[in-house]
């Protein structure tokens, strides 16, 4: 139990930081409200009730987010990998294999679909 106790002690540390500071900004923070402030930060656009263009986003986006997961998952699972190399032997280079090759698939997709052309 005491090789947790400096893990222990830093939680605490960091969840009464994280409940003074909600405690003390309710405490000596303005109270100057406005029909401004009470409203959902739209980026200085006012909200309308009909989103332009139909309420649609371009593929781009969702095909940045799949880019981003891709290459997000892929360094997860390829750094423990590397880190354990010599101790997996030839069934970690098989697994890890068919892992690069399922990534590869999905950047490919990406790629064909032009998730990779910045324009």
Known sequence: MNAYLPVLVLGAVAAAFAVVSVILASVIGPRRYNRAKLEAYECGIE??????GGGRFPVKFYLTAMLFIIFDIEIVFLYPWAVHFDSLGLFGLAAMGLFVVNVSVAYAYEWRRGGLGWD
């Open 47 to 52: 909200p309308s009730a009909q989103v332009s």
